[in-house]
């Protein structure tokens, strides 16, 4: 099974698009069998909010089931617990490392680092452009997906 944790800030916009849209491509493949698929955040601002209105809006209109989530933080034991921990920027990885206490295992990556962008994905908490964090969103799943061995 692989195991996927989505991060973002807050756990509410970015970290959750992700996990619902990741979550329905491969069930979309026939292998949700084969993944273990969550999100987490950095901060503790959002905790057990569900996610952004912004996020489920976009992603009703794209037709994609919305995972029933609730913002939690990412702990240390997500780092043994996951295989891929996937952050959306530069400060979502550095947090990740500081909580994770480093990554000796090479297993904390920033999303569109798959698509071959050093490329940060937009908060759009902070932008309110869900359309633009959606496209990149789907960049970086779909080439996470076919870097895979599956």
């Not at 994609?64 to 702990?75: K, Y």
Request: hydrophobic residues 35%; aromatic residues 8%.
């Amino acid at each position: 099974m692989i195991k996927v944790l989505f991060i973002c800030h807050g756990n509410i916009c970015r970290s959750t698009m992700a996990q619902s849209l990741l979550a329905h491509m491969v069930k979309e493949k026939g292998l949700s069998a084969q993944f273990h698929i969550d999100s987490a955040a950095t901060s503790c601002e959002e905790i057990g909010n569900p996610p952004h209105y912004g996020t489920v809006n976009k992603l009703r209109q794209e037709g994609i089931p919305l995972i029933p989530h609730r913002a939690r933080q990412m702990t240390k034991q997500d780092y043994q617990d996951f295989d891929y921990l996937i952050g959306m920027d530069d400060a979502n990885v550095r947090n990740m490392e500081r909580i994770a206490g480093g990554d000796p295992d090479h297993k904390i990556y920033k999303l569109l680092e798959f698509a071959g962008s050093g490329r940060a994905i937009a908060d759009p908490w902070y932008t309110g452009n869900f359309e633009v964090t959606y496209a990149d969103v789907v960049e970086g799943c779909e080439a996470f997906l076919e870097s895979l061995p599956i």
